[in-house]
């Protein structure tokens, strides 16, 4: 491409971005923004599906029907976020097989959270509530992300997200008015999920080596800090009204900022974990490989299927 042209097409881009219109699949983008969204997408795609497992452990030990239901739900829900995800990412030129082998061969990252274990049914309303939690705050930004594909997909996965938030605080409910064992759980669930938590929302802002120009380009809304700060103000009323206590003592409410004060997040603890050293990772990424090897006749199936149908349609054209 001739430069003047290449200058052109940068500057419609940037001003399409400072008008905050989207940015879609045939549109002109400079490669670095092309690659980020893929990484990005990618791995929130990938986590979608590696979230899936360590509640999936649980489906068969759901301690009703209605529970069982609900969760079998939440699982598919994400399954869906993650084809969805895929889907977006793909117009971005990338192959979905070239995502999973990143995912494989843990050349790409997934979310930190899903290598904690989910160790008592009580896990499984930690997640909703704050995981999930979580992840909406993350997620409605995205919903004005200036990629159209990645934008247009947040809108879905945020209400269902919603729902899976409910669901979670629901079983945190029933098991902070039950029996002392229970609410015992409760407590045991959210010390073990609430730093973990904290953490998704990614390094400090000082730290994060994205940030700054994702934000430039209105990939990312908030940055890490103020969402993490988001997630604190709005949980810890909801931990009170269960009677459950956050596992920090430094956590003040500071009159002033009208935001809470919270302790030191263990970053040592985190850098292991999305380095591939925490409690769980080297299972979860065994049971992904071993999904897709057991899925290998499904592909074949299907793609033998689809030649056999367009065969049909070229013999009825001839
Ligand atoms: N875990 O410069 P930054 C869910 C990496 S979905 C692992 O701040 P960025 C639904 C980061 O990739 C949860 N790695 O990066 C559900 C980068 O490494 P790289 C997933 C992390 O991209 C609920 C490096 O550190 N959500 O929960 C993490 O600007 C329940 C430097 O970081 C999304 O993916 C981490 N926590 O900001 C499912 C949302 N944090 O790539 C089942 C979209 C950072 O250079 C059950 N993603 N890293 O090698 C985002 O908003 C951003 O990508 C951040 C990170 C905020 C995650």
Redesign the pocket.
């Known amino acids: 491409m001739k430069t003047e042209n290449l200058k052109d097409r940068a500057i419609l881009f940037e001003q399409k971005i400072a008008r905050d219109e989207k940015i879609e699949p045939k549109d002109w983008m400079p490669e670095k923004y092309r690659k980020t969204h893929i ?2 997408i990618s ?2 795609a990938h ?2 599906i590696v ?2 497992l360590p ?1 999936g452990n649980w489906i068969t030990r759901a301690p009703s029907m209605r529970r069982k239901v609900a969760l079998l739900a939440k699982v598919q829900d ?1 399954a869906g ?1 993650g084809l969805y995800l895929y889907s977006a990412c793909e117009t971005l030129g990338v192959t979905r097989e070239e995502l999973y082998a990143q995912l494989h061969e843990g050349t790409a ?6 290598n904690y274990p989910t160790l008592t049914w009580a896990d499984i309303g930690a ?1 909703g509530w704050l ?2 939690g ?2 909406i705050i ?2 409605v930004p ?1 919903c004005t992300t200036s990629y159209g594909p990645y934008a247009r997909a947040m809108v879905r996965v945020c209400k269902e ?1 919603s729902f ?1 938030q409910r669901q979670g605080y629901e079983i945190m409910t029933i098991l902070a008015n039950g029996t002392k064992v229970q609410k015992e759980m409760a407590q045991d669930a959210l010390n073990r999920w609430w730093w973990p938590s904290l ?5 400090t802002d000082a730290e ?4 700054a120009q ?1 934000m430039q380009w209105k990939l ?1 809304r908030k940055t ?1 800090d103020a969402l993490r700060q988001q997630f604190v103000d709005q949980t810890v009323p909801q931990a009170d009204i269960l009677d459950l206590q956050i596992p920090d003592p430094a956590l003040k409410w500071n009159p002033e900022r009208k935001q809470y004060d919270f302790g030191p997040i263990d970053w040592e603890e985190f850098w292991q974990v ?1 380095k591939g050293h925490g409690p769980c990772n080297q299972e979860r990424i065994t049971a992904r490989v071993k999904a897709w090897e057991e899925g290998e006749w499904v592909r074949d199936a299907a793609v033998a299927y689809a030649d056999k149908q367009s065969d049909a349609t070229l013999q009825k054209a001839i």
């Open positions: 990484r990005q791995q929130h986590s979608e979230g899936m509640e994400e976020h990252k997934y979310s930190s959270i899903f997640i995981v999930d979580a992840a993350n997620q995205l997200e899976h953490m998704m929302f990614g390094p994060s080596v994205h940030t994702s990312k890490n999305v």
